[in-house]
């Protein structure tokens, strides 16, 4: 069935390092791919998202790469701070019929000051 | 995220009671969904609804039910028949193959 794999599980960086959590999908006709952050007890908030006909998008400090040709797409974080500690999910859509996300396991970034 | 809103906050459940969990959405999106979350994992579709009077399952609807009378409302019930339902549960919108908000959760508890 349709799956999404993301990497690595949790990451722990210094704050004004870069972050990078990578996620494979498994449905080649997927063409929407969202990021989502999730603080403790919250719910997930949007951050990103990216449609298969772009290669590349970036929003200040936050970008998004897509590579179709490998089923592949990762989100980078640049000068992180603190507040973005948090769980980051990655999803995976057609957008058709079915409107249905796929979400991955999630990776908890801890930035540490 | 002020458009869904889902009630309430906190739900308590005795063994073989069935409990419903409220979601609502003025935000005109066609779509809702319903998602469970379990401590540090993912999020797992449960049900989602394209239109009104039309629903479908999702990954893990054993156990639960829902209903799609109104546009804006997309209430899930967790029957006696899910043996495991302590969890955190996030009601979703969106419009037609948009981007999906989310509601402020249901943490439901088995006493």
């Known amino acids: 069935g349709e799956n999404v794999e993301q990497h690595p599980s949790t990451l722990s960086v210094q704050e004004g390092d870069s972050a990078v959590i990578k996620c494979t999908y498994s449905?080649?006709?997927?063409?929407?791919f969202p990021w989502y952050k999730q603080e403790l007890g919250k719910r997930p908030q949007l951050i990103i998202d990216?449609?298969?006909?772009?290669g590349e998008k970036k929003d200040q400090r936050i970008a998004v790469t897509l590579n179709k040709t490998a089923k592949h797409f990762s989100l980078h974080i640049t000068e992180t701070q603190p507040e973005d500690s948090a769980v980051y999910f990655c999803?995976?859509?057609?957008?058709?019929?079915?409107?249905?996300?796929?979400f991955g396991s999630g990776t908890r970034l801890l930035v540490r000051p | 995220d002020g458009g869904i809103t889902q009630s309430p906050k906190y739900l308590f459940r005795k063994e073989g009671q069935n409990v419903t969990l409220s979601c609502e959405q003025n935000?005109?999106?066609?779509?809702m969904y319903w998602y469970r979350q379990d401590p540090g994992q993912g999020l797992r579709l449960i049900y989602y609804?394209?239109?009104?009077?039309?629903?479908q399952k999702g990954d893990i609807a054993e156990g639960y039910s829902v209903s799609r009378e109104k546009k804006e409302s997309f209430p899930l019930t967790v029957t006696s028949a899910q043996k495991n339902p302590t969890a955190f549960y996030l009601c979703?919108?969106?419009?037609?193959?948009?981007?999906?908000?989310f509601g402020p959760g249901t943490r439901l508890t088995v006493l």
């Open positions: 935000l005109n999106h066609d779509a």
């Open positions: 609804s394209q239109i009104v009077n039309d629903f």
């Open positions: 979703a919108s969106s419009l037609a193959g948009g981007m999906q908000y």
């Open positions: 999803a995976a859509s057609r957008v058709d019929s079915s409107y249905k996300l796929i």
């Open positions: 990216i449609r298969s006909n772009v």
């Open positions: 449905d080649s006709a997927s063409n929407y």
